[in-house]
């Protein structure tokens, strides 16, 4: 049991090297990099296309899809005409920083305003592999209960925003959303929640607006 | 990423020896053990409590709960007056034999008809770690979305039993029941498919039945 925890040890920091060399590429190119968390089925992918049609005519994006198996996702995303490249895990629960280089490098992805990279489905093991993102978002479908936050602290701690998506089923689930909204907050007194239906629509819009301020700030401080 | 392999495959090997005598502890005892598989938020808990209700007084049952984090799924299975141990993994993604093991030894659970293991919310790394039982079930709620057996076709093909969830949401959520079920059994011919919802008690029937019918099995085979 000690030589896997030391294992993951090495794999971490061998992770944080391809990680720092991402972030300065990020930085050069000027890219906000988004790396989306969540379990299973929570919507990452629909609100994914909400988000490229809203930004679409005004900021470039590009999408980094992490799954176990299949093309499905990235289909999706380039069905709206977006650039995306599909990581294949095989096996593995989350996404590594030298798989996304690997992905930049050879996926045809070009340099874009902001790259979404839509992890594993899986609150857990995504949470400590570092990919160079600006910051990380963590998606939570209200069908998914109010309790995950205290469940699942570590992500919810480390992703500066909290999309709490499928909102439009809240008349049909037992779900608190002012619970849950304190229970983020104790974890993460400064992040950013946000309450969105990518298929009414609700809260879109303040979701792109947080994505256009933090590539207008990441702008501004690369000046 | 060869010596993690590595490590993972020595791990895993070190599990099988701690899950064989699982099995013969369970085969002494008469006890069918079960291990239940899905992301968060699908339900497992939800199905249990209407599981435990639909069994009292004619099984006796009890129930060990893994979590990153709170003892909250233990403490709602004790509610019901049915005894429960929560293990907590702290960071690590699913159970392991040992772990369960430890539970029975030092947590107070007694020797039962049906021995429920509530894994780690988590479709992925629970798969590949045998916990002994008598078979694995996989959870999957209508509101993941019918694409989830082909993006985790590694549980979908182990489980025995894949129990479809809060069917209660049909009608509110875009998810083909004909697709998903024919997907499973793609993957899965010879498997269990269920639906059910523990808040209208829909297909709770069914699966107690297959509980029923499989502990009698193992009892006949015991003999």
């Known amino acids: 049991m000690k030589q896997v925890v030391t294992v993951k040890r090495h794999a971490l920091a061998a992770n944080e090297e391809h990680a720092e060399l991402l972030r300065r590429r990020f930085a ?9 968390i969540s379990s299973p089925g929570s919507g990452k992918t629909t609100l994914l296309e909400a988000t490229l049609r809203a930004l679409r005519g005004t900021v470039s ?29 095989g096996g593995s629960c989350h996404l590594d920083a030298r798989q996304v280089a ?10 874009v305003d902001v790259l979404f990279i839509e992890n594993v489905g899986n609150l857990i093991c995504p949470t400590t592999y570092d990919l160079g993102e600006d ?29 709490i998506s499928k909102a439009d089923l809240l008349p049909h689930v037992p779900f608190d959303l002012a619970a849950v909204q ?18 009414s629509g609700e809260g ?20």
């Open 28 to 36: 050069g190119s000027g890219t906000l990099a988004v790396n989306l």
């Open 61 to 89: 994006c590009a999408v980094i899809e992490g799954d176990v198996a299949t093309e499905n996702d990235a289909d999706r995303i380039r069905a709206l005409g977006v650039p995306a490249h599909q990581i294949l895990t």
């Open 102 to 111: 690997r992905a930049l490098d050879e996926g045809g992805i070009p340099e």
């Open 135 to 163: 910051f990380k978002v963590v998606v939570l479908s209200v069908t998914e209960g109010d309790d995950k936050p205290v469940k699942y602290p570590a992500i919810f701690s480390r992703a500066e925003a909290a999309v």
């Open 182 to 199: 304190a229970r983020i907050r104790s974890l993460n007194p400064t992040g950013t929640i946000l309450v969105a239906s990518a298929l």
């Open 204 to 223: 879109i819009g303040g979701w792109t607006d947080l994505l256009r301020t933090r590539l207008a700030a990441k702008r501004r401080a690369g000046v």
